[in-house]
Antibody, heavy 120, light 106 residues
Framework: QVRVVQSGAEVKKPGASVKVSCKAS????????IHWVRQAPGQGLEWMGC????????NYAQKFQGRVTVTRDTSISTAYMELSSLRSDDTAMYYC?????????????WGQGTMLTVSS | SYELTQPPSVSVSPGQTASITCSGD??????VCWYQQRPGQSPVLIIY???KRPSGIPERFTGSNSGNTATLTISGTQAMDEADYYC?????????FGTGTKVTVL
């Protein structure tokens, strides 16, 4: 079936970086954009950015510009999200999701989430 | 930046109708999606392009969008509908989520 499966929970110290993976299966990886959305404990959803797996072109939310990098490896149908200069308020659940287009599209498949804890 | 505002909470009795609003500037000119998120689970798409339901989503979930407000209506609400609901739209190369509404089935 169509799914995206994320890597496991992470614990990092302030100032460090983290790289989370999102492996797609059940569909043609390059036909759908992959997005990253985070949710702090008890808070709402926040879009971080996305990648077009076909071209590698990325688009980031202004808030995360310069601190987030989304990449992909088409040979293994996997996208990655790297977040640097971690702070305690980056503690959140991070989800990957897909859309069929770059704009005006719906997030129809979601990963199980990756919990990131940033603590000294 | 674009903002979508939802009421923090909505309460409904089983079998009754719950309505959740999502407000944003000229929202009716954009496509709106709605997501359901049960505690401890990932979000699930329940409405896209204002009023379309993905396969497997019950007909009791309906959506509308006009002017500055989009509305998600749950008819014949069931206990399993107790969850957080988020609206979402696209604006100026950015995906925006609403503030979220907790639906409590009393």
């Amino acid at each position: 079936q169509v799914r995206v499966v994320q890597s496991g929970a992470e614990v990092k110290k302030p100032g460090a970086s983290v790289k989370v993976s999102c492996k797609a299966s059940g569909y043609t990886f390059i036909d759908y954009y992959i997005h990253w959305v985070r949710q702090a404990p008890g808070q709402g959803l926040e879009w971080m950015g996305c990648i077009n797996p076909n071209s590698g072109v990325t688009n980031y939310a202004q808030k995360f510009q310069g601190r987030v990098t989304v990449t992909r490896d088409t040979s293994i149908s996997t996208a990655y999200m790297e977040l640097s200069s971690l702070r305690s308020d980056d503690t959140a659940m991070y989800y990957c999701s897909r859309t069929a287009a770059a704009t005006h599209a719906a997030f129809d498949i979601w990963g199980q989430g990756t919990m990131l804890t940033v603590s000294s | 930046s674009y903002e979508l505002t939802q009421p923090p909470s909505v309460s409904v009795s089983p079998g009754q109708t719950a309505s959740i609003t999502c407000s944003g500037d000229k929202l009716g000119d954009k496509y709106v999606c709605w997501y359901q998120q049960r505690p401890g689970q990932s979000p699930v798409l329940i409405i896209y392009q204002d009023k379309k339901r993905p396969s497997g989503i019950p007909e009791r979930f309906t959506g509308s969008n006009s002017g500055n407000t989009a509305t998600l209506t749950i008819s014949g609400t069931q206990a399993m509908d107790e969850a957080d609901y988020y609206c979402q739209a696209w604006d100026s190369s950015t995906y925006v989520f609403g503030t979220g509404t907790k639906v409590t089935v009393l």
